[in-house]
């Protein structure tokens, strides 16, 4: 049960029943009866059968999003991420050398993570190059890490524009930054995220 009406609305609603315990209202969603969340509790509304479902579906709720271009950290971390290392923002966007990360409010929700950022990448011959690195990285609940992007062995990429579906059982969700080269090193080349929206999928 939910406690507003904009929980049980969301995401292709078949509508909702309202309770009140004592005096509190009450909210569940009513979704098709063969929806994964369907109780075995049957509504008949307008001359249709639903079902009660055991949970709303979060599908296509925002969690947050956040443009990098002239950000600030303290406005990131208000957002719930969580940062360690470096994190320098400019006219460009946000330079990563270490790793942001953020819990999903809700889980036993799938999560999806839509990621922009420039990359950086230098060759000095056929057998030596550097490169700025993006990973994104999934976390469950027993912390088994996954990594699930990463522009490694990409090297050569000079930008990401990707929409990143985690796995099942993803609870935190970590962005990681670091410089990449290999046969020696002139610059220090990181990502520079410019925007992310995570979202429920």
């Known amino acids: 049960m939910y406690t507003t009406v904009g929980e049980v609305t969301s995401g292709g609603s078949q ?22 969340n369907a109780s075995p509790l049957r509504i008949k509304k307008s001359g249709n059968t639903f079902a009660v479902l055991t949970k709303a579906s979060m599908s296509g709720q925002v969690i947050d999003q956040y443009n990098y271009i002239n950000g600030n950290q303290a406005a990131l971390t208000n957002l719930g991420w969580a940062v360690s290392g470096g994190l320098s923002f400019s006219s460009g966007g946000g330079q990563l050398n270490g790793y942001i990360e953020r819990a999903v409010p809700v889980t036993g929700n799938l999560v999806s993570l839509q990621i922009s950022a420039k990359l950086s990448f230098e060759a000095y011959g056929y057998d030596a190059y550097e490169s700025a690195a993006l990973e994104v990285l999934s976390y469950n609940s027993s912390g088994i890490v996954t990594s699930v992007y990463s522009t490694v062995p990409l090297e050569s990429l000079t930008s990401v524009d990707e929409v990143i579906n985690m796995p099942v059982g993803c609870v935190k969700v970590r962005i990681r930054g670091w410089h990449y080269y290999y046969g020696g090193t002139n610059y220090n080349f990181y990502p520079i995220l410019r925007y992310h929206k995570f979202y429920y999928t």
């Open 15 to 36: 509508g909702y029943i309202a309770l009140k315990d004592s005096a509190v209202p009450l909210y569940a969603k009513l979704g098709l009866i063969s929806d994964q």
